[in-house]
């Protein structure tokens, strides 16, 4: 064994809730969990939404958010109890020995800072280089993790880039200070799969060059096994299985665990295109204020109701600026949408409420979508009064109804989204967007933030709503996966454009153009090594 760098041994933790009209209670959310990381390798933590796994991560800082504290056990850093550090040594400690990429780079950054400023701001505080030497390292970062113009995307400010470039901005903030510890919670969650790879290469290097060590908060199994030594299975705050990659992956010792590998696929026959669409884009074309370039370049699809288009593209390019331009969010320069036979306004503000609610959308970032100060019950309920002027106990009802149906259960109507984890939330906007009946829902990397588990149930959710109520979907997504289990029809986009659009049949059988090619053989598959076959087998396309 190597020199052990975090040594966490029976660690509690636990929270109080305030259950409507009852007194507080304590519960326990991580039961006695104890594992160990040596210098320069890679814990994996995985298990379904709510498991515990990025709670277990924030206490390698010694910290819980949304009033989670750790109750006992202990947690050793390079040999001494991080939790009996006083503030100033946490201060230290925050930033400098121990660093965090969070799930929701959307949510981290500071709006009113040019990205550059974020990235490099620890480093200069703590005394660690100039701001020359700074500068210097974070575009060497930029162009370690893939993002386009190194030299100047710095520059920006977080709303003037994608979600998925965003993301990388925050892997580069957290390796800047070079700290002997990363917490990376979820870093690919918001990138398409192309990308993807290249992070993920892009963090194995970092580990291998600098001696880092780092825990790899993840749903995604295969993605997990690509970068980590080991992986602890985590469910309901309880360690269910611990042991080295290939051991978790060819041969599980647990029920849980083989159901994590072999998660069920979803048989969705597609349907034939009907006749008529419910939604139908003429050479949609738009461009976002200030900018020279338009950023969507001739679109066209449609939509039959009843049926699926996924929309599929690296980050950036014009998936969901398209989701934007539907909802009226982004008036288009040319082109024409209609939809249920009407043509729509360009214009948000200029729709009728029939517009409004027939036409949902169901954000990618859950966290950035939701009022922190309103609880879900009051979420949810919110389209139930304004579009059917339900109050009171007939709301409750149907919000109650909702939260089955997303399989949260009722005792959650009263909780605030800070107490909610990742899938959680994504799961009370998702219930949102069923509130107001819609003919059509827009769902942009809907399934991002859950865990396969969940992920499949909440397909298999929307395909039976699909079949009860005759909606139609336009499923943003960089995952494949979902795209071969849910789709009808399918829409490739790069740059702006649709490079391939038709039936999911036709779509996704030979020949193949090269983006397509690219984005199919990008799909992480459940092996070891294959994170290198496939930027071998890159590099040998290229060459």
Request: charged residues 25%; aromatic residues 4%.
């Given at each position: 064994m190597g020199e052990i760098l975090l040594d966490a041994r029976d660690l509690k933790i636990g929270a109080t809730v305030y259950p409507a009209g009852e007194p507080p209670k304590d519960i326990t959310i991580v039961h006695g969990v104890s594992f160990t990381l040596e210098k320069g390798k890679v814990l994996g933590l995985i298990g379904e939404s709510g498991a515990g796994k990025s709670t277990i991560g924030l206490s390698a800082m010694a910290y819980g958010r949304g009033g989670v504290r750790i109750t006992g056990g202990q947690m050793f850093l390079n040999g001494r109890d991080i939790l009996s550090e006083g503030p100033s040594g946490l201060r230290e400690l925050r930033g400098g020995e121990v660093t965090y990429v969070a799930q929701s780079a959307a949510a981290a950054f500071n709006p009113a800072m040019r990205l550059i400023d974020q990235v490099i701001e620890?480093?200069?505080?703590?005394?660690?280089?100039?701001?020359?030497?700074?500068?210097?390292?974070?575009?060497?970062?930029?162009?370690?993790?893939?993002?386009?113009?190194?030299?100047?995307?710095?520059?920006?400010?977080?709303?003037?880039?994608?979600?998925?470039?965003?993301?990388?901005?925050?892997?580069?903030?957290?390796?800047?200070?070079?700290?002997?510890?990363?917490?990376?919670?979820?870093?690919?969650?918001?990138?398409?799969?192309?990308?993807?790879?290249?992070?993920?290469?892009?963090?194995?290097?970092?580990?291998?060059?600098?001696?880092?060590?780092?825990?790899?908060?993840?749903?995604?199994?295969?993605?997990?096994?690509?970068?980590?030594?080991?992986?602890?299975?985590?469910?309901?705050?309880?360690?269910?299985?611990?042991?080295d990659v290939q051991q978790i992956i060819e041969a599980p010792r647990e029920d849980y665990t083989r159901a994590l590998v072999s998660v069920r696929?979803?048989?969705?026959?597609?349907?034939?295109?009907?006749?008529?669409?419910?939604?139908?884009?003429?050479?949609?074309?738009?461009?976002?204020?200030?900018?020279?370039?338009?950023?969507l370049k001739n679109v066209s699809v449609e939509i039959a109701q009843g049926q699926t288009l996924a929309i599929v593209g690296e980050s950036g390019s014009g998936k969901s600026t398209l989701a934007r331009a539907i909802t009226g969010l982004l008036p288009p320069s040319k082109g024409a949408i209609t939809f249920a036979g009407r043509r729509l306004s360009d214009k948000l503000e200029t729709r009728t409420r029939d517009d409004l609610r027939e036409l949902q959308m169901i954000y990618q970032m859950a966290d950035v979508a939701m009022n922190p100060r309103h609880t879900v019950g009051t979420i949810i309920g919110r389209p139930l009064e304004f579009y059917f002027g339900l109050r009171g106990a007939q709301k409750r009802k149907r919000v109650q109804e909702l939260?089955?149906?997303?399989?949260?259960?009722?005792?959650?109507?009263?909780?605030?989204?800070?107490?909610?984890?990742?899938?959680?939330?994504?799961?009370?906007?998702?219930?949102?967007?069923?509130?107001?009946?819609?003919?059509?829902?827009?769902?942009?990397?809907?399934?991002?933030?859950?865990?396969?588990?969940?992920?499949?149930?909440?397909?298999?959710?929307l395909l039976d709503l699909q079949a009860q109520e005759d909606v139609a979907y336009m499923f943003i997504t960089h995952d494949l996966a979902t795209v071969r289990a849910i789709a009808d029809g399918i829409a490739v986009m790069h740059r702006g454009k649709v490079v391939r659009y038709g039936p999911k049949a036709q779509v996704l059988s030979p020949p193949f153009d090269d983006y397509t090619d690219l984005l199919l053989a990008s799909v992480p598959e459940m092996k070891l090594g294959w994170l290198e076959s496939v930027i071998e087998h890159r590099a040998g396309a290229q060459d």
């Open positions: 620890t480093t200069l505080r703590r005394g660690l280089a100039n701001r020359e030497e700074a500068e210097n390292r974070a575009i060497d970062l930029f162009r370690q993790l893939g993002l386009p113009s190194p030299e100047t995307i710095g520059k920006r400010y977080p709303h003037q880039v994608s979600g998925g470039q965003l993301q990388r901005v925050m892997t580069a903030m957290a390796l800047c200070p070079r700290p002997s510890l990363v917490i990376f919670d979820e870093p690919t969650t918001a990138l398409d799969v192309t990308t993807q790879i290249d992070v993920l290469a892009a963090i194995k290097k970092a580990i291998h060059d600098t001696g880092v060590a780092a825990l790899y908060i993840t749903h995604d199994l295969a993605v997990v096994a690509q970068v980590a030594d080991e992986i602890m299975v985590l469910k309901s705050g309880r360690t269910v299985e611990h042991g696929s979803i048989d969705h026959e597609a349907k034939p295109p009907a006749a008529e669409p419910l939604l139908q884009i003429k050479n949609l074309t738009a461009r976002y204020p200030g900018l020279s370039q338009d950023v939260l089955d149906q997303i399989e949260m259960g009722k005792n959650f109507i009263d909780r605030y989204p800070a107490e909610l984890s990742g899938g959680q939330k994504q799961r009370v906007c998702i219930a949102r967007a069923l509130a107001a009946k819609p003919k059509l829902i827009i769902c942009d990397e809907v399934t991002s933030a859950l865990d396969p588990l969940v992920a499949d149930g909440i397909l298999k959710l």
